[in-house]
């Protein structure tokens, strides 16, 4: 059974920094991009980042490129997000997500992910 769980999230002021860690169990080397993505109440689920495990090649959404940087670390199973020089309008619900497919074609589509961790809240305050 393919579980992901998140962790890390919290409060901070405009300008900090926070490290979100997403813990994979029963992937079994099934899936290939793992990705963070977030969602505000009343909106739909932004894509924010992706990792390709084959290679590590990165991924990022426009707005967060140069302040976020996603990593693995393979041998723990975990995939984590370092969020840096963040902004009241990163403030969300970040979740991490599995993906099976291995083209990197719609990576920003969550209909293209396989399986979904429960959210991790971020806040951030000006």
């Known amino acids: 059974q393919v579980q992901l769980v998140e962790s890390g999230g919290g409060s901070v002021q405009a300008g900090g920094s926070l490290r979100l860690s997403c813990e994979a169990s029963?992937?079994?080397?099934?899936?290939?991009?793992m990705g963070w993505f977030r969602q505000v109440s009343g909106k739909g689920r932004e894509w924010v980042a992706s990792?390709?495990?084959?290679?590590?090649?990165?991924y990022y959404h426009d707005s967060v490129k140069g302040r976020f940087t996603i990593s693995q670390d393979s041998a723990k199973n975990t995939v984590t997000l370092q969020m840096d020089s963040l902004k009241p309008e990163d403030t969300a619900t970040y979740y991490c997500a599995a993906r099976r497919n291995t083209s990197p074609v719609l990576i920003a589509s969550p209909a293209t992910y396989n399986y979904w961790g429960q959210g991790t809240q971020v806040t951030v305050s000006s």
């Open positions: 029963g992937l079994r080397g099934s899936m290939n991009y």
């Open positions: 990792i390709y495990f084959a290679d590590g090649r990165t």
